[in-house]
Each structure stands twice: as C-alpha cells, then as structure tokens.
C-alpha cells in the first residue's frame, strides 16, 4: 500500500484542517517547498497535495506555487483544488504533475470529467470524493464539503468506467485522528474492484495503516498524523509496504 505523505496549502502556507473547517486551521510551515524535499528524502514515491483555497473558492487559487513545487520535486505529485477546465490540466501536467485529482466536479459535471479522463488518460485523473455515511450509505458531498450532492458514491463511480484511481474521505474522520472507517474502505474495494483507491480521513498510528493494507487499498492518505509526529514518514511507509 502506498502511502501519500499530505501537504495542505492555504495562503502558501501549510496547514491542517479539523473535518473541512476553513476557520479551524492550523498551520505547521511557512515553507512547502521544504516539507516537499523532507518528503522526498524520508522515501515518498508520491505526495498528495491540496489548494484550499482553490477548493473553497472552486477555482484555482495556488497554482503558481503548485508549478513551482512541481519543477523542483524529485517525486511525483498529486495535486488537487479548484479544477475545472482542460488548460488547468495541461498546466499542470506541463509543470511535471503526476496527477491531478477531479472533485465536486466529478460529482456534479460527469460530462466534462469524463472528458478528462479521455484526453489525459485514467492513470493521469484521481477522481476524489468526500462523504458522510448517511443511513449506511456513502453520500457525495461537494464544495468543499458544504454542500451534498445527494448522490452516493457507488451511483456517481458508476459513470467512471474509464477511471482508474479513486480517492475517498470519510469527512467525519478527516483531520481528527479517530481511526479510518475501514469497513468503508474495505466495501469500496470490493464493489469497485476496477479503481485503485487512496484511503483519505482519520489515521492516526501505525496500526491503523496496517489494517488499511488489509482491506486492499492501494493507498493511503496521511497528513495530520505526520504533521503531528505521530510517527514518521519512513515508520508510516514501513507500515504500508
């Protein structure tokens, strides 16, 4: 299971968010480029990070700085934020991303995703969904996390037939280090067999990464648990592999 090591930007800076909360941040660097090479050199294959303020507003806001951490990282990056049209893409694919993960957008405008996942490829798209268990059901949530999209996860990773990697975030996890939802994880591999899924929301000790490795995700999300110092980044891949 690969683990991907968090960096959440808001203002440049790098921060945590407490369930989605933009007033419950909390930031641990002013230096994102530096955590990037901490990353690479504690062994990350990948790092995942996030404009927040690209989320909120549901336009990229930090994209300057995401192509500049793209020309000097020595691993791949995932990056997400605000993603809306083809040239956002490009750009960033031309900058040296790895991946760029699709959203609320995946949620609301299946259409166009699509249309992405055709031109860049399905290695090149993560279609990434935040839920709420809602009557035992994982319900979409968008923009952000302030809205729903009313829709659950299984009917919109339906109209994915191309996709090849998904992302999912037990939003009542996020950011609180209460465990993951396992047995969430554990049902997505199973009814979604085609889609390598990161597991997003609650790590927060080893263990909980090697009862993740067991469900069969193929990763596994890891921010405020590192940033914390929990455990490190090197225990953390140990734990994964």
């Known amino acids: 299971m690969l683990i991907y090591p968090a960096i959440d930007l808001m203002g440049g800076r790098c921060v945590r968010l407490a369930q989605g909360r933009f007033d419950d941040a909390k930031t641990y660097s002013d230096d994102p480029a530096e955590a990037l090479d901490a990353f690479a050199e504690a ?3 990948w790092t995942h990070i996030v404009d927040l303020d690209g989320a909120r507003e549901r336009s990229p ?4 700085l995401i192509e500049a951490l793209a020309g000097g990282a020595t691993q791949k990056l995932q990056v997400a934020g605000g ?8 750009r960033m694919f031309d900058a040296g991303v790895g991946r760029v993960v699709i959203g609320s957008l995946a949620a609301n405008e299946p259409e166009r995703t699509a249309a992405f996942i055709e031109e860049f490829g399905g290695d090149r798209i993560t279609l990434a969904f935040d839920v709420r268990i809602v009557d035992g059901v994982p319900e979409i949530a968008t923009a952000g996390w302030t809205e729903s999209s009313g829709r659950s996860l299984w009917d919109v990773a339906a109209l994915y037939p191309e996709a090849r990697h998904i992302l999912v975030t037990d939003i009542s996890r996020d950011g609180m280090m209460t465990g993951p939802n396992v047995e969430l994880m554990a049902e997505i591999v199973q009814r979604l067999p085609s889609l390598a899924l990161q597991a997003s929301g609650g790590v927060a000790t080893l263990d909980d990464l090697q009862t993740l490795k067991t469900t069969g995700a193929a990763g596994a999300i890891v921010g405020k648990a590192i940033w914390e110092q929990r455990f490190s980044l090197e225990e953390a891949i140990r734990a994964g592999g």
């Open 83 to 90: 993603f809306r049209d083809r040239d956002q893409l490009a």
């Open 61 to 64: 806001r930090q994209h300057d």
């Open 43 to 45: 062994g990350a294959e």
